[in-house]
């Protein structure tokens, strides 16, 4: 009895000095982390204020560029991700975790999606120099790859038009950004060009007159430019006669066809022929 009560002694001092060691390891470890996380929630809280300051600061700066909304708002959120991603990598920098394996995931996941969306950061690309170079804002009409319209919107990936049968047509701004872009409304005016045939037997004064007359008694057509009328060419069939003249961007195609209407009348009541192609066919007889 005596040697089993000093066994079971001997075994409850062990297993005390075991946990008694054991603590200490735990309590060691408090000890030395309770400083590293308090500095990184220091951490935290001053960066997630600084991070706020530079965003304010730099939506103020954005704002003074006169940048598109939709882009300075994609900015911002870009710019606020990537400072809070920063700001994780150092808070955890901080605390004793290894960033060196975390930094090559990051890297690896980033390579992955950069991949897979190769379409969709050409059309991002694409959206981001159409907003810093402006070939053409909201409102104004463009042709671009085969399509023409008045610009509706432009998003960050994709711009809307709106075709004058109003037809919503959606282009990417990747095939945008790197196609031809022709802005009709960039300049203000536009210059009509009007071709009109006559017969060769016509007088050619008196069409020309006649359709000038035609043209400058238009109100919308613009009096500050000269409108001309010239002999453009002498093709199979008819004199052809161009006339030029200017107007605003929205007025081209009212006055366009008003004056085409017009100038049908008006040659028809003057005698003036407008010829069309025509073939002759003769038959011959052979017979003896």
């Known amino acids: 009895m005596y040697y089993q009560t000093n066994d079971l002694e001997?075994?409850?001092?062990?297993?005390?000095?075991?946990?008694?060691?054991?603590?200490?390891?735990?309590?060691?470890?408090?000890?030395?982390?309770?400083p590293k996380v308090a500095f990184a929630i220091?951490?935290?809280?001053?960066?997630?204020?600084i991070i706020k300051l530079i965003r304010n600061v730099f939506s103020k700066l954005m704002k003074k560029s006169k940048?598109?909304?939709?882009?300075q708002r994609f900015l911002g959120d870009l710019l606020?991700?990537?400072?809070?991603?920063?700001?994780?990598?150092?808070?955890?920098?901080?605390?004793?975790?290894?960033?060196?394996?975390?930094i090559a995931i990051l890297g690896t996941a980033g390579l992955a999606v950069g991949l897979a969306l190769k379409g969709s950061l050409a059309n991002f690309a694409g959206g981001v120099m159409l907003m810093i170079f402006k070939p053409f804002k909201v409102g104004e009409v463009i042709?671009?790859?085969?399509?023409?319209?008045?610009?509706?919107?432009?998003?960050?990936?994709?711009?809307?038009?709106?075709?004058?049968?109003?037809k919503l047509v959606i282009i990417p701004n990747g095939a945008l950004s790197n196609g031809n872009?022709?802005?009709?409304?960039?300049?203000?005016?536009?210059?009509?060009?009007?071709?009109?045939?006559?017969s060769y037997d016509a007088d050619i004064k008196q069409a020309k007159d006649i359709l000038l007359n035609i043209v400058n008694s238009n109100d919308k057509v613009l009096k500050d430019t000269e409108t001309e009328a010239?002999?453009?060419?002498?093709?199979?069939n008819s004199v052809n006669i161009i006339v030029r003249c200017w107007v605003n961007g929205g007025d081209y195609f009212p006055v366009y066809f008003d004056t085409m209407e017009k100038a049908k009348y008006a040659l028809d009541k003057a005698g003036i022929g407008i010829p069309y192609p025509q073939r002759d066919i003769h038959v011959y007889n052979h017979e003896a």
Request: net charge negative.
């Open 67 to 71: 940048m598109s909304e939709t882009l």
């Open 143 to 166: 042709e671009a790859q085969g399509h023409i319209g008045k610009v509706k919107e432009i998003q960050i990936f994709v711009t809307k038009l709106l075709t004058p049968d109003n």
């Open 42 to 49: 220091i951490i935290f809280i001053l960066g997630i204020i």
């Open 10 to 34: 001997n075994k409850a001092k062990d297993l005390t000095d075991n946990l008694s060691s054991k603590w200490n390891v735990v309590t060691d470890v408090i000890r030395d982390a309770i």
């Open 230 to 236: 010239l002999v453009n060419e002498l093709a199979d």
């Open 80 to 102: 606020n991700w990537t400072l809070k991603v920063l700001l994780f990598i150092m808070v955890v920098e901080e605390l004793g975790v290894p960033t060196s394996s975390f």
């Open 181 to 198: 872009i022709v802005n009709y409304s960039a300049e203000g005016t536009r210059r009509i060009d009007f071709t009109f045939g006559i």
